[in-house]
Each structure stands twice: as C-alpha cells, then as structure tokens.
C-alpha cells in the first residue's frame, strides 16, 4: 500500500512563506500524476499543483496560486514540496499530497492524511 506523508504544516502571519512536504513510500517516478490539493473549512478539496510526471515532469497550477507557490520534486528522496510564498488568509486549507497512477487499466488515486495551513495576524 502506498503511503504518503505530509509535514510542513502550521501557522504563518500573512505575506509569511511555508514549504510543505511529501513523502512517499515508494519511487513518485511511478505514478503519472503527483501534487497538492487543498480543503478550506466548509468547502471542496481543490487542486493547487501538480508535477505531470509523464508529461516530461511539467508542472500546472491553481490560478489563485500561480507566482506565488511553486511544486518541485526530489526524486532522490521521492519526496515532492510545494514552496510557498506570499500567503493569505484565503489560502488556510488542510493540505493534501496526492499520487495517481493506473495498473492494468485501473485507476489508483493515493492521499495523505493532510496538512494544516493557518494564515493569520
């Protein structure tokens, strides 16, 4: 089974910068998709970035995200991060890793148990 964790987490006065982390339990080289989503209070999981890792590694963003987070990973360390800056109180969300990938035609959709961002004065 594979296992993500998540750690990075905490509160940040606005303006402020966190990096987030995700490890997995095996090589990220072997799923398709690998990144971040985000659950605010009394509102949907959204995507917040993602690596296409079979698509030469490139990499998409949210729109409210864009030029101030940025996904990298260390495949090394099969860890992936979400380096963020500029942050706002819009941005407090429980922070999720994800892994995708099919087998044999089957779907396989991977979580961690999630982050907490906290954005405030």
């Known amino acids: 089974q594979v296992q993500l964790v998540e750690s990075g987490g905490g509160l940040v006065q606005p303006g402020g910068s966190l990096r987030l982390s995700c490890a997995a339990s095996?090589?990220?080289?072997?799923?398709?998709?690998i990144g971040w989503y985000r659950q605010a209070p009394g509102k949907g999981r959204e995507p917040v970035a993602i690596?296409?890792?079979?698509?030469?590694?490139?990499?998409n963003y949210a729109d409210s995200v864009k030029d101030r987070f940025t996904i990298s990973r260390d495949n090394a360390k099969n860890t992936v991060y979400l380096q963020m800056s500029s942050l706002k109180p819009g941005d407090t969300a429980v922070y999720y890793c994800n892994a995708y990938r099919q087998q044999l035609g089957a779907p396989y959709s991977y979580w961690g148990q999630g982050t907490q961002v906290t954005v405030s004065s």
């Open positions: 690596i296409l890792i079979t698509r030469g590694g490139s990499a």
């Open positions: 095996e090589s990220i080289s072997s799923f398709s998709i």
